[in-house]
């Protein structure tokens, strides 16, 4: 190098910068909610689609009111499943494909933290509709008020780790030609366990042994999500920007 | 001072560059030329710790620095191909969300100003979606111009722009190693830059 080194500013480490955790949290919150906002129509679609598959099967199968007692928490479950995998294929797709998941890589912020705002974004945008219709899409399964109250507290527990799970398979799958339905695979049989719990515990209420068992399990479950699924899907998200 | 250590690097079975060694001194520019195909956005890749070396090693600040090292990405904007910006926000709020991205704070003020310095200030309310190429590429300098970081990486800088957005990209690029920042662009064009402190980089 022949030129004379200039004297200047920024030959010494950056001064302080925010790279605090929550700060990255809510970067990625609140700019993936206004994202959602002003594409309201692909929400909307989500919205319907849940309600959509729900009321089919009563249609599908007989309006015998034990039946669908019995089915009820199963098919609102399956429904909440298929509804946030509609979705997962964009949670960072669309960041990969405009370069933003680079800038987001190789911001201060700690990845990890990013990656947990998306996915609280896309459970508040897809989780979340879910948990609040489901004591109103109940009733078409003659489900009683106790019934009713389990199920709603199941997926408000269950759907966050559907939200979690899925940004690990979405992330894991970037960049793959037909990453969507690998990630379908990927993901549906991870939520097996999430799913019995969920459903299960309606019908542990019918039979009288509490659904305590099932809600404890689920929580747990969310627990051990929110501590691991950002780590996995930041881990993965470096891997597919390499 | 941005060093590398027989730095290597490949494509698939194919070796791009091997035994590369370069230095960046405080105040100077590295302009990396050379066809299409030669590795030149892998090396910004590699200088941004995007990718991972085939061997060797990056040294910033006199330490090595792995890919996603927190003490690199606290001191480097990267400019790649692809703009960052979200179609639905508009080019004010792009900007603005990406340099809150990383890290820094910035009054709406500021923001409108930055636009201003790029010639987007009329466009500032706009989506991105309609914005043309250059004033993409413009949205892009303007984050330049705001991020206060000491290295920057340019990918194709002056692709899409027209003769007063180049001189644009010139002048801020001159201001910038004026200050003492370092600068590493991949280019097909020449910059008119103090040639004292450019040195050149030629693939193959």
């Given at each position: 190098?022949?030129?004379?080194?200039?004297?200047?500013?920024?030959d010494r480490p950056t001064p302080s910068l925010d790279s605090g955790v929550w700060s990255g949290v809510r970067w990625a919150l609140l700019r993936d909610l206004r994202l959602a906002l002003r594409s309201r129509a692909e929400l909307g679609v989500q919205?319907?689609?849940?309600?959509?598959?729900?009321?089919?099967?009563p249609l599908a199968t007989s309006p015998e009111k034990n039946l669908l007692a019995l089915m009820g928490p199963g098919v609102l479950w399956i429904a909440a499943l298929l509804a946030s995998l509609l979705s997962l294929p964009r949670l960072f797709a669309n960041d990969y494909a405009d370069g933003t998941l680079e800038q987001i890589a190789l911001s201060p912020y700690p990845l990890p933290a990013l990656v947990s705002g998306k996915i609280a974004a896309h459970w508040l945008t897809t989780g979340l509709p879910v948990v609040v219709m489901a004591p109103?899409?109940?009733?078409?399964?003659?489900?009683g008020g106790e019934a009713l109250a389990v199920l709603t507290v199941t997926l408000l527990l269950g759907t966050p780790i559907l939200s979690m799970l899925g940004a690990i398979g979405a992330a894991l799958t970037l960049g793959l030609r037909g990453g969507g339905s690998l990630l379908a695979l990927l993901v549906l049989p991870l939520c097996v366990p999430v799913l019995i719990f969920g459903a299960g515990a309606v019908d542990a209420v019918h039979a009288g042994l509490g659904a305590t068992a099932n809600l404890s399990l689920l929580g747990a479950g969310l627990l051990v999500a929110i501590v691991g699924a950002p780590l996995a899907a930041s881990a993965a998200v470096r891997i597919a920007l390499d | 001072m941005l060093e590398t250590i027989d730095l290597a690097a490949r494509r698939g079975y194919s070796h791009l560059f091997s035994g590369l060694g370069l230095r960046v001194e405080p105040g100077c520019a590295l302009l990396v030329t050379g066809a299409n195909g030669t590795g030149k956005t892998t090396l910004l890749r590699i200088l941004a710790g995007l990718s991972t070396p085939f061997t060797g090693r990056v040294r910033w600040r006199g330490e090595?620095?792995?890919?996603?090292a927190q003490s690199m990405r606290q001191d480097v904007v990267f400019c790649g191909h692809l703009p960052a910006l979200k179609d639905e926000l508009t080019a004010e709020e792009n900007l603005a969300a990406l340099v809150a991205l990383a890290g820094a704070k910035l009054e709406p003020a500021h923001v409108r100003r930055a636009l201003a310095i790029v010639a987007l200030d009329r466009q500032a309310s706009l989506p991105a979606r309609v914005l043309s190429q250059g004033q993409r590429r413009r949205l892009g300098l303007a984050r330049l111009a705001v991020t206060?970081?000491?290295?920057?990486?340019?990918?194709?800088p002056a692709t899409a722009l027209d003769a007063d957005g180049i001189a644009l990209l010139t002048r801020l690029i001159a201001d910038h190693l004026e200050r003492g920042g370092f600068a590493v662009a991949a280019t097909h064009q020449t910059l008119a830059l103090p040639t004292s402190r450019v040195r050149t980089l030629a693939l193959s």
């Open positions: 190098m022949t030129a004379e080194p200039a004297a200047g500013t920024l919205v319907l689609f849940y309600v959509i598959v729900v009321s089919l099967f109103v899409l109940g009733l078409q399964y003659a489900l | 090595d620095v792995t890919p996603f206060r970081r000491p290295l920057w990486l340019l990918d194709e």
